[in-house]
């Protein structure tokens, strides 16, 4: 009867099974019969209900997806049975994809959110693919709650940098959102710093904006003090701003906003006194606040040629080492020698600069070293290199014992 599109045929099989409800899956496994046939949809309805009556939600929710797939015109009727059947049954990796389509079709973000959360708290694994399936959905138009969502998959997926450049998106279109952000930013780059920064500064935690700092470059760091300067009159501020300024060579600037720190300590002070104020500082923090600004000026160095000067000027041996190391073969033995004049090593510098071409650099420090050895006949002949060559030799200057050049020697 019901493959010949009979209604009776569901009205006598409804009969059946509140007459015995033990009929209930040979009515089930009738209504098969029904497929093709106008009555198909109905034949799903009952067997719905018979699903019901014997307690299986999980087949319940498959036979729901069938109706709301095939027929349109009844989507109305049973999506509200299938968000009521979320709490209900178990959602697993094998299940989840129709159901998602499903809610992200009806656009109910709440109910997507709290789907979607309860699934990868379970199984982390499908966070990809729900990715995958949101951006089908939302190309570049996701609300709020959604893309905080997707920052929240893309964390459990592990991609850190797309995080942060989800978040700074939600930030940037919904800056009330700053708290939610914090919650779910890891700050470990400059990136997510700058982020972290701009959200605290947001919700007026300034104190936790500044501790954002030490993962930013001076250019970020100046413009982010000068931010919270304007908000907050906390010294520690003022006191880190001129300790940049000292770094960058800014000495105008230190000197500037160093002078309005009321209560200034030893270090506000030796930072004045470098930057050209005539004051009585104490020479240990001196030294200190200066061996600090050279070791910053080395991280920031753009070249190693740059690191090496300030290393030099640090006069920290193990660092010239390291930085010697990254230096081209050439390079590293030429400053190495160097390094060891400056030190006093004379022989061991002269080793070092045999080995090289003997060019007008080289010449002038192997000058230095025989000289200061007694190497009488050595230094000779290398003034007599320098002088055919047209180069500025060196002589000692016995008043100040140290070393300047002179014009071109007698005879040249």
């Not at 198909?40 to 309805?45: D, R, T, V």
């Not at 997507?112 to 708290?121: H, Q, R, S, T």
């Not at 991609?159 to 779910?184: N, Q």
């Not at 060579?249 to 270090?267: A, K, M, N, P, T």
């Amino acid at each position: 009867m019901l493959s010949r599109g009979d209604g009776s045929g569901l009205e006598l099989l409804q009969k059946a099974v509140r007459f015995d409800p033990t009929l209930r899956e040979a009515v089930m496994e009738s209504l098969k019969s029904a497929e093709g046939t106008p009555l198909e949809s109905n034949a799903i309805l009952l067997r719905i209900d018979l699903l019901k009556q014997e307690g299986k939600l999980n087949e319940v929710m498959n036979a729901l997806i069938q109706v709301y797939e095939g027929f349109p015109e009844m989507r109305q009727k049973v999506v509200t049975e299938i968000m009521g059947l979320l709490q209900k049954i178990e959602v697993t990796p094998e299940n989840y994809r129709d159901i998602l389509k499903i809610i992200l079709e009806e656009r109910r973000n709440r109910v997507i959110v709290e789907f979607v959360e309860k699934l990868v708290k379970n199984y982390p694994g499908v966070a990809k693919d729900i990715i995958t399936l949101l951006d089908e959905y939302f190309g570049e138009e996701y609300p709020t709650p959604l893309r905080l969502l997707k920052a929240k998959l893309l964390k459990i997926y592990g991609k850190k940098d797309e995080v942060v450049r989800e978040l700074r998106e939600i930030y940037g279109k919904a800056p009330d959102s700053a708290g939610t952000i914090l919650e779910l930013l890891d700050v470990d780059s400059p990136e997510s710093a700058r982020l972290f920064i701009d959200c605290n500064i947001q919700i007026g935690n300034y104190d936790e904006a500044f501790k954002g700092l030490s993962l930013l470059g001076h250019d970020d760091s100046v413009a982010y003090l000068q931010e919270l300067i304007r908000y907050s009159d906390r010294v520690e501020y003022r006191k880190e701003l001129i300790k940049i300024y000292a770094v960058m060579g800014h000495w105008d600037r230190v000197l500037e906003i160093g002078e309005s720190i009321v209560e200034q300590d030893e270090r506000d002070r030796a930072l004045l006194y470098l930057a050209g104020k005539d004051i009585h500082v104490d020479y240990n923090v001196l030294q200190e606040v200066k061996e600090e600004i050279l070791r910053e000026r080395i991280k920031d160095a753009e070249s190693l040629e740059e690191k090496y000067k300030y290393a030099l000027k640090l006069g920290d041996e193990e660092l010239i080492s390291e930085v010697l190391k990254e230096l081209p073969e050439e390079k590293r033995v030429r400053e190495a020698a160097r390094f060891e004049i400056k030190n006093g090593r004379y022989l061991v510098a002269l080793k070092l600069l045999n080995g090289l071409e003997k060019d007008a650099d080289v010449l002038k420090m192997m000058e230095v070293c025989a000289s200061r050895l007694g190497m009488k006949r050595l230094l000779r002949e290398i003034r007599t290199s320098l002088t055919q060559s047209g180069e500025v030799a060196f002589k000692e200057d016995r008043y100040k014992g140290g070393w300047k050049m002179i014009q071109p020697l007698p005879g040249r």
